[in-house]
């Protein structure tokens, strides 16, 4: 294969995703090719990330590294020639702070129908990789918060776990009404057999894929406004939002018990994501 030296000429836009790639390789590219269009993706903004997680958390080690984080982003993006956001808050959160173009691109997800009515699925269902800490903490409060207030009015209600790499503190939520099953090769049987998807998210950034991964293929969901950020989801049309355990578990059991609901925000949630 030629070299990146060899090809420059003919290369005519770089794109680099994330900070630490960024980091590394940005001045290279630079100098390598001089000529060529430097597109930054932020994939989501990592310092708005931590900002909510150290408010959440009320940890000051986490704090202080949004604030660097923060330096260490604008700073990629002015060194780039636009940067590539995934929603219209970050963009928003960006004006102002650099001189180079934000552009809002969206995630993609494939439109497929819908097989088994609600009758025929059971249970909730929650994705998410947990190297990603906003995960960890989405489902360990789930469970300690919510589900018993789920299970008090539904005693059977199930809650599945899929993603990689679950930690020591998602293991230890297993239980005859919790099952972690960490990586799956495809993901789509779990969603076709589960009656909701949950995004119990108490910080994060950027536009959430499981949100638009459960929507796009009808299953309803309950989640937080943080889960819906960036995706123009209004509470009872497309989806249930709730920031509180109580209200949270209350649209959990709504969705478990109410087919018209749930024929509904499948319809209404699958035609949000791909208009």
Known sequence: WPSIDQMGESISHVWISRPSVADAFLN???????????????????????QREAATTQDGGRRREARQQEMKEVGIIDQADVAVVVSPHEAQLLAGRTSSPIVVVPNVHIDRPTANAPDLRDGMLFVGG???????????????????LVRAQVPLAHLTIVGSEPTPAVYALQSDHVSVLGWVPDVEPSYEMARIAVAPLRFGAGVKGKVGEAMSLG?????TPIASEGMHIQHGV??????????????VVTLLTDNDMWRRLSTAGQRQIHD
């Open 219 to 223: 299953v309803p969901m309950v989640m």
């Open 28 to 50: 290279r590219v630079r100098g390598t090719l001089p000529k060529s269009t430097v597109v930054y993706d932020t994939v989501d903004l990592h310092f708005l990330r931590l």
């Open 130 to 148: 947990f190297r990603h800490n906003p995960n960890e903490d989405a489902v360990v409060w789930f469970v300690n918060e919510i589900l018993p």
């Open 238 to 251: 497309h989806a249930l939002v709730a920031e509180e355990p109580k209200e949270f578990a209350q649209h």
